[in-house]
Each structure stands twice: as structure tokens, then as C-alpha cells.
């Protein structure tokens, strides 16, 4: 099997198609998509194109032996997260993937997770390439934003609080899990293994943020180095009180620990800094009323003057030795 005839196989879909699960909202978008040199797209009247794009290699960013349908789920999960840190609409995407062999039962299982997870956020593949190589898999999200209402890193005030809008923690728990260095109850196994492979992009939410956060980030590297990317943008500082952030230690004191006998008093040193749980980190006015928009949403600081990220446990400040994942 070529090139041509693995992608029409496996990544080619008539998106003008009668059959509803294949249909979207955005068909008219699209004038010519997987197929051609260049996809030819119709950006939204008043609207301005939001383009992110993240690369997973094996090994790296997921288990090399990882069930097929679970890592494209994953690659697109973490990629259109950033989409929702911006307050955008999905629209469509793009897949660079470069794979050892053309295993095709391997294929028919990405391919259907991939689609899958795209149709939950209303997104269409447009184009691609694939090559030979060590598993990568890079996948370009777009979409679309009113103009003028992009949520970015560079607008929080003196005086906004410091929002996330879930749990932290649990993607460090897990991929702990993964790496053998932890073991779970089944119930704790399940949970964890999901939110690797399954984390939630929050769009919704970012779309209700729009005129109401000063600032967002999803949480992707660990919670303290993104909050920090919103303090260096915007020049100030945030104060956190570290008993406030939302968790699942309850989870975690069902592990029996195998490896590593340490990982039991490591569970701050993964809600703070531990990554992969894309829950959004945002600031608003005090006067906002932001926590009626999810349950889950918690206020967990503020935005003072100064730089950096300051952290306090019962009125103490924490040592902080990192704060999050280095790429290199």
C-alpha cells in the first residue's frame, strides 16, 4: 500500500456526505479538502483564524505499545485544547503522520479514533502528509474567533483573580501509572488511564470566557510554568494558595506504590507541576461572577504586582524546585 492509497483509505472523507455521522456543521467551510495540493478554506465572516499545532512521538509522549484508538484520541485531545485556551471555535485540521510500517489493522484504529474524537468537537480533516519513520504524529488544529475576542496570555490585571477550571494533578498520576512507577485499584487504574488518553479540551468554556477572562492558558506543561507564561506576558505576578488548587488525592491514596516509595509525599509536586491535565488556568475581574459558568471552576489566587508566581500552603511559602516539563 502507497502514500495515496493508505490516506484515501484510511483519512479520506466526503464531508458532503448524507450520512450523519460524517456530516458537520462546517461542510460549508471546506471548498477543497484532503486530496489536492493545499486544502482551500473559507474563513467566517468577522472572524479571525486561530492555528496551533503539537507533535506526540512514541516513546515520548505516549507509550510506545499504546492501543492505537487511545493515542489518536490523545494526539487530537491535547492539540485543540489550545483552541479552547483561546476562546475558539474548532474548525478543521491537519495530520502529519509518520509511521514505522503500514500496519494496517493499527491504521483502521487510529483513523477511526481520530475521527471519532474530531466529530465530539465538530473539527474536519483538510489535509496532511504521511512518511516513513519512528511513530510522530503532528496534528495542526484551526479555528475561527470573532475578531478581536481572542482570550491571550498577556492581559491579566492587578487585582484579577486566578482561575482553573478543574483538577490538577491527575496527568502526572498517571503517567506515572503507565511508566510502572505506581499501581492502582482498578477504579483508580480506569480513571487515570482515561484522563491521559481522554483529557477534555474545555471549548466550552472558552467560549464563555470570551468577554470575561483577562487571560487564559491551557495546563499542559505543569500548572506553575503556565500560570508563569501568563505573568511574564502580561508583566505581573499571581499569589496561590496551594490548599485551594482542586485534586484527586483521594484517588492516589488508593495507589499501592512499587517502585518508587517516595511518590507518596510527591502528589503537590504533581497538582503544581506535574502536566497533561489541559484544564484552563484564566484570570477575571473580582467582580466577575465566573464560577457559575462550571462547578468545577475554582478560584485559586490573584494577580498582584511584581513577576513570577508566589506560593503559599496555610500561609507559608512553598520552595518551589521546578515548575514544570522541559522539552529540551
Same mark, same amino acid.
Given at each position: 500500500?502507497?502514500?495515496?492509497?493508505?490516506?484515501?483509505?484510511?483519512?479520506?472523507?466526503?464531508?458532503?456526505?448524507?450520512?450523519?455521522?460524517?456530516?458537520?456543521?462546517?461542510?460549508?467551510?471546506?471548498?477543497?479538502?484532503?486530496?489536492?495540493?493545499?486544502?482551500?478554506?473559507?474563513?467566517?465572516?468577522?472572524?479571525?483564524?486561530?492555528?496551533?499545532?503539537?507533535?506526540?512521538?512514541?516513546? #515520548?509522549?505516549? @507509550?510506545?505499545?499504546?492501543? $492505537?484508538? &487511545?493515542? =489518536?484520541?490523545?494526539?487530537?485531545? !491535547?492539540?485543540?485544547? /489550545?483552541?479552547?485556551?483561546?476562546?475558539?471555535?474548532?474548525?478543521?485540521?491537519?495530520?502529519?503522520?509518520?509511521?514505522?510500517?503500514?500496519?494496517?489493522?493499527?491504521?483502521?484504529?487510529?483513523?477511526?479514533?481520530?475521527?471519532?474524537?474530531?466529530?465530539?468537537?465538530?473539527?474536519?480533516?483538510?489535509?496532511?502528509?504521511?512518511?516513513?519513520?519512528?511513530?510522530?504524529?503532528?496534528?495542526?488544529?484551526?479555528?475561527?474567533?470573532?475578531?478581536?475576542?481572542?482570550?491571550?496570555?498577556?492581559?491579566?490585571?492587578?487585582?484579577?483573580?486566578?482561575? #482553573?477550571?478543574? @483538577?490538577?494533578?491527575?496527568? $502526572?498520576? &498517571?503517567? =506515572?501509572?503507565?511508566?510502572?512507577? !505506581?499501581?492502582?485499584? /482498578?477504579?483508580?487504574?480506569?480513571?487515570?488511564?482515561?484522563?491521559?488518553?481522554?483529557?477534555?479540551?474545555?471549548?466550552?468554556?472558552?467560549?464563555?470566557?470570551?468577554?470575561?477572562?483577562?487571560?487564559?492558558?491551557?495546563?499542559?506543561?505543569?500548572?506553575?510554568?503556565?500560570?508563569?507564561?501568563?505573568?511574564?506576558?502580561?508583566?505581573?505576578?499571581?499569589?496561590?494558595?496551594?490548599?485551594?488548587?482542586?485534586?484527586?488525592?483521594?484517588?492516589?491514596?488508593?495507589?499501592?506504590?512499587?517502585?518508587?516509595?517516595?511518590?507518596?509525599?510527591?502528589?503537590?509536586?504533581?497538582?503544581?507541576?506535574?502536566?497533561?491535565?489541559?484544564?484552563?488556568?484564566?484570570?477575571?475581574?473580582?467582580?466577575?461572577?465566573?464560577?457559575?459558568?462550571?462547578?468545577?471552576?475554582?478560584?485559586?489566587?490573584?494577580?498582584?504586582?511584581?513577576?513570577?508566581?508566589?506560593?503559599?500552603?496555610?500561609?507559608?511559602?512553598?520552595?518551589?524546585?521546578?515548575?514544570?516539563?522541559?522539552?529540551?
Amino acid at each position: 500500500m502507497n502514500e495515496f492509497e493508505l490516506i484515501k483509505r484510511y483519512f479520506t472523507r466526503d464531508v458532503e456526505s448524507d450520512d450523519d455521522s460524517e456530516s458537520t456543521d462546517h461542510n460549508d467551510t471546506v471548498a477543497i479538502g484532503v486530496g489536492d495540493d493545499c486544502a482551500v478554506l473559507n474563513v467566517p465572516v468577522d472572524h479571525q483564524l486561530v492555528v496551533s499545532i503539537d507533535t506526540l512521538i512514541a516513546g #515520548v509522549h505516549f @507509550p510506545k505499545q499504546s492501543e $492505537a484508538y &487511545a493515542v =489518536a484520541q490523545r494526539a487530537f485531545s !491535547v492539540c485543540v485544547s /489550545d483552541l479552547a485556551a483561546m476562546g475558539a471555535e474548532p474548525l478543521w485540521f491537519t495530520l502529519a503522520l509518520t509511521l514505522p510500517n503500514t500496519n494496517e489493522t493499527w491504521l483502521e484504529k487510529f483513523s477511526m479514533g481520530l475521527f471519532d474524537i474530531a466529530d465530539e468537537y465538530n473539527c474536519i480533516l483538510v489535509g496532511g502528509n504521511t512518511t516513513r519513520g519512528p511513530l510522530s504524529i503532528s496534528i495542526q488544529v484551526h479555528g475561527a474567533v470573532p475578531s478581536g475576542q481572542a482570550i491571550t496570555r498577556s492581559g491579566a490585571k492587578v487585582g484579577d483573580l486566578v482561575y #482553573v477550571s478543574g @483538577p490538577l494533578g491527575d496527568g $502526572a498520576a &498517571a503517567l =506515572a501509572m503507565l511508566d510502572k512507577r !505506581v499501581k492502582f485499584n /482498578d477504579e483508580a487504574n480506569e480513571y487515570f488511564y482515561s484522563r491521559f488518553f481522554w483529557p477534555e479540551a474545555k471549548i466550552d468554556l472558552g467560549l464563555k470566557l470570551r468577554e470575561i477572562a483577562t487571560s487564559a492558558i491551557d495546563i499542559s506543561d505543569g500548572f506553575l510554568a503556565d500560570l508563569n507564561h501568563i505573568c511574564t506576558a502580561s508583566k505581573v505576578a499571581a499569589e496561590i494558595c496551594v490548599e485551594k488548587l482542586p485534586h484527586s488525592q483521594h484517588r492516589i491514596d488508593q495507589a499501592m506504590f512499587v517502585k518508587d516509595d517516595s511518590l507518596g509525599i510527591k502528589w503537590q509536586q504533581w497538582i503544581l507541576s506535574g502536566g497533561d491535565d489541559y484544564q484552563l488556568c484564566f484570570t477575571a475581574p473580582a467582580e466577575a461572577n465566573v464560577e457559575a459558568l462550571d462547578q468545577h471552576i475554582r478560584c485559586i489566587g490573584k494577580i498582584v504586582e511584581g513577576q513570577g508566581v508566589l506560593c503559599t500552603l496555610d500561609g507559608k511559602e512553598v520552595a518551589l524546585s521546578r515548575l514544570g516539563y522541559q522539552h529540551f
